[in-house]
T-cell receptor, first 115, second 113 residues
Framework: AQTVTQSQPEMSVQEAETVTLSCTYDTSESDYYLFWYKQPPSRQMILVIRQEAYKQQNATENRFSVNFQKAAKSFSLKISDSQLGDAAMYFCAYRSQYNFNKFYFGSGTKLNVKP | ETGVTQTPRHLVMGMTNKKSLKCEQHLGHNAMYWYKQSAKKPLELMFVYNFKEQTENNSVPSRFSPECPNSSHLFLHLHTLQPEDSALYLC????????????FGQGTRLTVV
């Protein structure tokens, strides 16, 4: 079974600094999709960034980038120039390409941004 | 606002009550999902519907009963729940079951007393 692990329940970063959130996953599949979602206090999950496993190039979306290490089954999120609005819960997610019903999330990392 | 609306936002119910959670999307999506979010635990995928047909039941107790009358609406009927069922219940939709990401609603905060 696929599992997603986020080992950092909570992290803090100073405004304008850079922070990296960790995610590892367990799978025997070779093709899949990985996502980072943000859940602000409003509770609505918002997609931050996605990565296709067949792509070697790390995805980037403005201040957000990932470090995808397929062999290590690691998918970390780097937030550069942190802003107060980045404070939220961040969830890492895995989606199988072979069984699209299998869409798994980690337990989340709470990010605090200090002014 | 992602186009997925859940009602009610908050619900308190007794263990003998029957209630329903509603999810609605007008994004033209064909796949809809129910997730359970408990503190400090991974989101738990409960049910998946594709074109109104249930394609996944992730070993969910029968006290949770989903219903998908059409591709735009998804319900979660609740009866004889337990206090440990208290959680945030999230609905999501996606264009299909392919590689696209899911769009989430704001959830229903359920408290069972």
């Amino acid at each position: 079974a696929q599992t997603v692990t986020q080992s950092q329940p909570e992290m803090s970063v100073q405004e304008a600094e850079t922070v990296t959130l960790s995610c590892t996953y367990d799978t025997s599949e070779s093709d899949y999709y990985l996502f980072w979602y943000k859940q602000p206090p409003s509770r609505q999950m918002i997609l931050v960034i996605r990565q296709e496993a067949y792509k070697q190039q790390n995805a980037t979306e403005n201040r957000f980038s990932v470090n995808f290490q397929k062999a290590a089954k690691s998918f970390s999120l780097k937030i550069s120039d942190s802003q107060l609005g980045d404070a939220a819960m961040y969830f890492c997610a895995y989606r199988s390409q072979y069984n699209f019903n299998k869409f798994y999330f980690g337990s989340g990392t709470k990010l605090n941004v200090k002014p | 606002e992602t186009g997925v609306t859940q009602t009610p936002r908050h619900l308190v119910m007794g263990m003998t009550n029957k209630k329903s959670l509603k999810c609605e999307q007008h994004l033209g999506h064909n796949a809809m999902y129910w997730y359970k979010q408990s503190a400090k635990k991974p989101l738990e995928l409960m049910f998946v519907y594709n074109f109104k047909e249930q394609t996944e039941n992730n070993s969910v107790p029968s006290r949770f009963s989903p219903e998908c009358p059409n591709s735009s609406h998804l319900f979660l009927h609740l009866h004889t729940l337990q206090p440990e069922d208290s959680a945030l219940y999230l609905c999501a939709s996606s264009p299909d079951l392919g590689n696209t990401e899911a769009f989430f609603g704001q959830g229903t905060r359920l408290t069972v007393v």
